[in-house]
């Protein structure tokens, strides 16, 4: 148990579909992430939520909507992917100061066909 | 910005025998490092950190060693188990939690 869950752990749509992902943490943290892992390539930041407001927005398309309802849960809402988007989709926590260790769940395996 | 890299794609290591997985950073401004593991089908794992006040630090079966004088970090694991066999990454942060910086990975095989 990590702490951080994420559902659901696989999703497949085609690229006129609209999903969600989501996202809750146990762990008391204040600060959330969304994170994409392609192969063979660093992790992408994507959006950052620190006391449910957003404070990062990493050049990500519009076609990606993050919502913060409260400081536990977190959400990705897809519509209209592109077969690039197909990625794991990972959601963080961490405390919000200077240097705390990231939290993340196990991902949300996204294709796009 | 910040650039970090690692120095081997894979790394195959007998089981029971000691591995050494490196890092390498670009910005001196770095203050803060970490060592995730990930298993396959699973999330990062957080393993060890370590801030740019130390050099060293240990845990259980694992030790980070940080050469600021030549951005370089390393991750130790002493005898190498079956259970080791994961990707590992290592984090830098260079400004707080929002500026952190990640390496592609290392996949660690430990052979039996």
């Known amino acids: 148990e990590t702490g951080v869950t994420q559902t659901p752990r696989h999703l497949v749509m085609g690229m006129t579909n609209k999903k969600s992902l989501k996202c809750e943490q146990h762990l008391g943290h204040n600060a959330m992430y969304w994170y994409k892992q392609s192969a063979k390539k660093p992790l992408e930041l994507m959006f950052v939520?620190?006391?449910?407001?957003?404070?990062e927005n990493n050049s990500v398309p519009s076609r990606f909507s993050p919502e913060c309802p409260n400081s536990s849960h977190l959400f990705l809402h897809l519509h209209t992917l592109q077969p690039e988007d197909s990625a794991l989709y990972l959601c963080?926590?961490?405390?919000?100061?200077?240097?705390?260790?990231?939290?993340f769940g196990n991902g949300t395996r996204l294709t796009v066909t | 910005g910040e650039s970090v890299g690692l120095h081997l794609p894979t790394l195959s290591v007998q089981e029971g025998d000691n591995s050494i997985i490196n890092c390498a950073y670009s910005n001196s401004a770095s203050d803060y490092f970490i060592w995730y593991k990930q298993e396959s089908g699973k999330g990062p794992q957080f393993i060890i950190d370590?801030?740019?006040?130390?050099d060293k630090r240990q845990g259980q079966r694992v030790t980070v060693l940080l050469n600021k004088t030549v951005k370089h970090l390393s991750l130790q694991i002493a005898a190498t188990q079956p259970g080791d066999s994961a990707v590992y990454f290592c984090?830098?942060?260079?400004?707080?939690?929002?500026?952190?910086?990640f390496g592609i990975g290392t996949k660690l095989q430990v052979i039996p």
């Open positions: 984090a830098v942060y260079s400004g707080g939690y929002q500026k952190v910086t």
């Open positions: 963080a926590s961490s405390q919000e100061y200077r240097n705390s260790p990231l939290h």
């Open positions: 370590i801030r740019s006040n130390m």
């Open positions: 939520y620190s006391l449910e407001e957003r404070v």
